[in-house]
């Protein structure tokens, strides 16, 4: 299974602006089929999307969506960027592969915001 397939994809812009504006937590995951660190990190993302139930998850495929990709400065995938009410609460964002501790603590601080 991909991580596409644990979450919602992100299917039009509109829904984007309304994710980022929702009661609670909106996490956007920028991935794309072919990037070697998001099939990394496929084995363990289901458990930290059930650990945060909580949160509204999104799928965005980088390629698909390469101009918010770049509106949102996000250059390196997978990226994470966390928004509550139309605030942005915290990016993780880099061209590093990401760890399964790294990603939940990232997940966690989302909560403290």
């Not at 596409?4 to 995951?29: C, N, W």
């Not at 990037?35 to 999104?58: A, G, H, Q, T, V």
């Amino acid at each position: 299974m991909s991580l596409k397939d644990h979450m919602r994809a992100l299917e039009t812009a509109e829904q984007f602006s309304e994710a980022k504006e929702q009661d609670g937590i909106s996490v956007f995951v920028f991935s794309a089929n072919w990037c070697p660190d998001c099939r990394f990190i496929e084995p363990f993302m289901p458990r930290l999307i059930e650990k945060y139930s909580d949160y509204n998850f999104y799928y965005v495929d980088r390629d698909q969506w390469i101009s918010l990709a770049q509106e949102q400065m996000v250059m390196g995938i997978p990226s994470f960027i966390g928004v509550g009410q139309g605030k942005e609460l915290g990016r993780f964002v880099s061209k590093l592969r990401k760890s399964e501790a790294e990603i939940d603590a990232f997940f966690a601080s989302l909560n403290n915001n």
